[in-house]
Nanobody, 121 residues
Framework: QVELVESGGGLVQAGESLRLSCAVS????????IGWYRQAPGKQRDLVAL???????TYAESVEGRFTISRDSADNTVYLQMGSLKPEDSAVYYC???????????????WGEGTQVTVSS
């Protein structure tokens, strides 16, 4: 069973930085990719950044050059370093794990509970 614990959200001013963390725990599975998504009130949940098990990264156009996703295999944590934050970056940020159980080719996804990021102007 996959478990995800997000942390690092908070209230910052425009132009400042934050780092979100997604700690992955559990056993009996292999992670295929970890993504950060965000959802603002009244809007759909959108991909912000994703990193695959091979280290390939993908970013939403709106955060390209400002956000960096990375992983620390030693402590099974994925980070989202957010810089030059804008009020429109305000949202609940969710960590998502795409994984498959050992011995299975069936791919599943699991969501964390989210962490609030608020950027004031």
């Amino acid at each position: 069973q996959v478990e995800l614990v997000e942390s690092g959200g908070g209230l910052v001013q425009a132009g400042e930085s934050l780092r979100l963390s997604c700690a992955v725990s559990g056993g009996g599975f292999s992670i295929d990719a970890i993504g950060w998504y965000r959802q603002a009130p009244g809007k759909q949940r959108d991909l912000v950044a994703l990193i695959t098990n091979s280290g390939r990264t993908t970013y939403a156009e709106s955060v390209e050059g400002r956000f960096t996703i990375s992983r620390d295999s030693a402590d099974n944590t994925v980070y989202l370093q957010m810089g030059s934050l804008k009020p429109e970056d305000s949202a609940v940020y969710y960590c998502n794990a795409e994984y498959h159980a050992h011995g299975s080719t069936y791919h599943q996804a699991y969501w964390g509970e989210g962490t609030q990021v608020t950027v004031s102007s």
